[in-house]
């Protein structure tokens, strides 16, 4: 009998090169692993059953990079993903890491910061779209403030909007059929972030040229670091039509940005959201951004990305098991239904007994209490 | 010389009915201030100068009222309203204290509860209506879940959508000329509320009939239960038009909702609120959504009214300092320029020299410190 | 084949008066279910499994009942617990309901207030003694500040000492042989609670007139508001030989404190704790301090009930697998050894190969994911 | 008029070296300033008027110098030192950068790593004690998990205080005099940090075998992390006789450790924090353990650490404004008295009418309000 939790192409299953690539600095400490070729990655990810790669630019290619390095880099990173069955489903750019965007890119004072941050985005759509990316992500890490002295809020707002605008003119006059997913943070690297949750791109979206082609990635980590539920989010922005990526992994809230493997902090959750993605036909990546802890070489970076995946997909036949467990069926019954508001008239002539309905108790905690003996495997 | 911190009716100051109504309940503890009739806060209003006054319906009609004790109600609280030269900006509606609401409003499994909900509403709206209220904030604090078993969340955003229609289409027919204000909380009373931000709801609003006629109702110490940067929010809820309303209290991070008196847990970043309010000429109410500490008696409300209107002043009187200070001038005048993005065949062309652009410093440190020195009176 | 997770005495689970007894009034909301009488509550533990019930002094006598109504409804509840065999391993007091101790009881600035909470607290403890209550907890809900202006905090743990001194006093005089167990909170219902964290509580013990007397009663959501790790402060306490009591339920980090069913927020860190408990051999009660949700009936109550106590079960056959594993055994074997310190002349002759020792990766990726899978019951 | 918020050398102002030396690299992005040799970080301190510097061992000598090398670096500081009038009051020793602490140090599984650690430390404190250091940090930045799976925490306790113990006997064979100050942090750069606040650390002291030289080192930042109140921590410290050290510095709860310019995320509760400081006459340095942001040159962290100086002064102006107010004073001297308890007897003969004690109002909203309006200058 096969494993049932092996990971296999349809599962759309994507990773960063720097999640897998991840050297274990921190804060307060050096690189624990050594540096690993993106060629190599892509041949990890190979071995350990992914689907798909993302990239920022310069993941793959150094940001002083000739156009000639450039090519030959792009080249044989084509011919790992081949040789690999790996596609290449999103690409970024990298918009934190060089000291020019301390302040910010798309919301600098410096209008050469700017311009330079708006330039290199156009470079890496050039590069996801050679290597056949459909979406492409934008994380604005250093778009924010270690102080509200330096800018006016609302000033980096209309900056921002005339990056993303200009970005989306470039796709559509390239053809390059690129959808956005903005990414919402709350803090770190800076003290606060703007757009610090996916619900604030959520409002920012219908005020751009374009709204059709953009839309938003939610990140697991990102939002329950603010401490807020994550599925909440991700079902309003699949409901207005907006979930074009997600970013999964884990994370304590109220934290550092930790980035751990899915499921591994809080597995109810991830249960609540594995099922919502099987439940809605979501048909996106499922994109893991998240690295192995600092504790391991390359042989744990392989158990952490099949870790990953593996999670994933015990949440899922659990979510099937879930669907179908009789007596959870019975309780979501009788819990109500959708029928539709009645007419002004019809409502406002209504009499209601509301001691009567309050005194019906909803069954809820039997509901989570099934819910908990699925998931752990005790029902 | 009059005292410059001295409340009046041009600066909009208001408080609902039930911040200096609040009997100082909470989940351990009894109520330790006597009730106090409407009409008796509406003169306490008066006394310390502010405004006006906002209130749920409950909070002056109780909730099995008949007909003509409502009127009679009504007419009293009108007169009180009149002699203390008192008006009523804002309305809302209690869709959360009686048990009925137990499971959420508009959003309950329970179609006679929404429906009971949407009712209630309506006739919310009438007497907010009648007593001379522009705007209409809705607080869907029940609208949430402890266990997403009960819910699908998608569907709940279905539910609200219907109903924040069904009530605009309401003001429309009876031309009441409301603008609703819907107000974002992430946890508390529910385990998690769905549209747990100002985001969220900024994100929903475009997903309306009439969009025209919703906005948001900011409440500090609700952006900031969930740890994030309220001016952030409360800029690009301005800049998008949406700033309908906005709740002023104070709250530490990462706790329950504590409704402090304005300025009283952070007042650097009161600072920046009130700066920003007053940089755009935001017209409307100044509203404070507080209570004073269970400590106290009606004289210790009395302070506690007087200091949320005292701090906002001298605040208010700091930030014109602020904006008058050469140094801090000449400071921001070097951080920066809103110059726009070139044209795309200049941008390709440009060349960037990073390492210069990175070296320069940004004087940010000397920028906050002049900030903290204006803020301190020590300037 | 009788069902492995049925509670039965030997797993001395035991729950409040309060906890069952829970009607679900919140900050916003009132009472959802009717009053449930110590007897009947009683009745419904002895139904669900439990072994043992506690009590504050007024969650079964009235704070203002008269010496015979005090004795009657003693014998009435000792009658009962003898009816359905359940003990009363633990007993406390309330010292944060009535408006008396608004600003605390032990710490209060009023001398009278503080006596007040002494005197209730002796006869709190006689009626735990007359119930046969050995373990008598203290939680100072009250003992805090909104600011600190009204008092130094150095003298709030003068007084504090102050006070627990005099209940140990009393403990020996009364040959009682009570074992008080200090509960910390870091806030709600103050903006501040003193002795924010357990281990706020193991610094202030051993400065005590009798601190073998004196342990901690930690409970999992009061840590986890802080965003603390649960287990850690447990097993600080465990090794100090502290651990006098513990409160068992579930809690969402960063917010009001919720007392979810045990397990149901985080079964990840629900089974860390269960494991250190079982592999540590605590053998004192383990007593749920939570409630059912405002949604519920009083069959949602004993859903609750239930569940907690399944929840542990399930966790703790889990824990047997985790240690009984070959492959997690051996990933333990790997990690490390217990050897002591070297000498001092040996370990400054000693020279260490950092990079060799640093290569190693640690296998903690494997180890976690195996967790993961013996917990979800997918090995 | 001479400025009176100048830094004295009586106001013993310390900086460590790598706070003045901090070069701004973050998770996300790289170094932004250019090194700053110790010799040149000693001169910036004496240029900006600090007292103190502070240092791990690898802040100034390399981890593989050679011995020779190391006695040259230490001659060069000590004369920068003297040149600059400035003194060393407290060394340290980095055990958490280099990759062979990756899994702790003297927690750590591996004894080889215990045993290094301790090794390292020994010859920290030979460094410190050459520099004339009399208080020694420990701050155990790697001791924790992001798993509890990887080792029982209770024997991490039993591990740590091995190593304490083992560095208490060194300095008391060496004579060295150095009272530890230990220092702790809720989490990162591990997922969870062993000894997570102060208060853990004030119930493990009393466990040692030399309890007399341990004290603690609290920073505002570690106990902010987690939400706690940053005073009380550092009273009970004082009141323990255990506050050895503090570190300054401000910080927005529930996020990554910013190490921000003191008072600049919260001047309020830095106010309650200076003034005790303060009015208990606290003689150890006041340490700032900051850096500036990262959009700054050398001369941004000068103002910032100028900034640091200049608000702690300031704060320190209004505490005495603060204790000097009549008003406030005599607020205080309403709000209750240190009484002590009556004996038994009278206590238990006494009757209390709770209604009247809880009907006075306590007045603490017109203390807090009039504590704003000393802190923001306007009284």
């Known amino acids: 009998m096969p494993d049932p939790f092996t990971p ?18 921190d804060p307060f400490g050096d690189v624990v692993r050594p540096a690993l070729p993106p060629t190599e990655a892509v041949a990890l990810l190979g071995e350990v059953g992914a689907w798909g790669v993302n990239l920022h630019d310069n993941d793959l290619v150094p940001i002083d990079a000739s156009p000639s390095e450039r090519d030959r880099i792009v080249k044989d990173f084509k ?11 999103m690409a970024t750019v990298n918009l934190f890491y060089d000291p020019v965007f301390r302040d910010g890119a798309f919301t600098s ?3 050469r910061v ?6 290199k985005t156009l470079k890496a759509m050039d590069l996801g779209a050679e290597l056949g990316a459909t979406i492409f992500v934008l994380w604005g890490g250093r778009e924010g403030t270690e102080t509200d002295a330096c800018r006016r809020p609302d000033e980096a707002v209309k900056r921002l909007r005339e990056a993303v605008n200009y970005l989306c003119q470039y796709s559509i006059d390239r053809r390059y059929g690129f959808r956005f997913a903005l990414e919402a943070k709350p803090n770190e690297p800076r003290g606060d972030i703007y757009m610090a949750t996916t619900g604030n791109y959520l409002g920012f979206i219908p005020t751009l040229d374009h709204p059709d082609m953009v839309g938003v990635n939610p990140e697991v980590a990102h939002e329950q ?26 994370q304590v809230s109220g ?3 930790q980035d751990f493997r899915f499921g ?3 597995p109810k959750s991830a249960f609540w959201l594995v099922k919502f993605l099987e439940d809605v036909r979501y048909d996106g990546p499922r994109h893991f951004d998240a690295h192995a802890y600092r504790t391991e070489d390359y042989d744990g970076v392989r158990d952490f990305a099949r870790g990953c995946m593996r999670t994933y997909l015990i949440l899922k036949e659990r979510a099937q098991r879930w669907n179908a467990d009789a007596e959870i069926r019975e309780l979501l019954r009788e819990a109500g239904s959708n029928q ?8 406002l002539a209504q009499s209601f007994d509301r001691a009567a309905i309050a005194a019906r108790g909803l069954a809820y905690e039997r509901l989570d209490q099934l819910t908990m003996e699925v998931l752990l495997g005790a029902r």
């Open 109 to 111: 004072n410096d209008p």
């Open 225 to 250: 670091m603010a401490g807020l539920n994550f599925l909440h989010a991700v079902a309003q922005a699949w409901e207005a039509g907006k979930l074009f990526h997600i970013d999964l992994n884990d």
């Open 264 to 266: 591994s902090a809080n």
């Open 79 to 89: 011919t790992a993903c081949e040789r690999n069955a790996i596609v290449v489903p």
């Open 114 to 119: 700017r311009a330079y941050a708006v330039q």
């Open 255 to 257: 934290r550092y940005d």
């Open 8 to 25: 296999l192409p349809a599962h759309k299953f994507s990773f960063g090169l720097w999640t897998v690539g991840n050297r274990g600095r």
């Open 340 to 347: 539709p508001l009645p007419s002004r008239e019809t409502l």
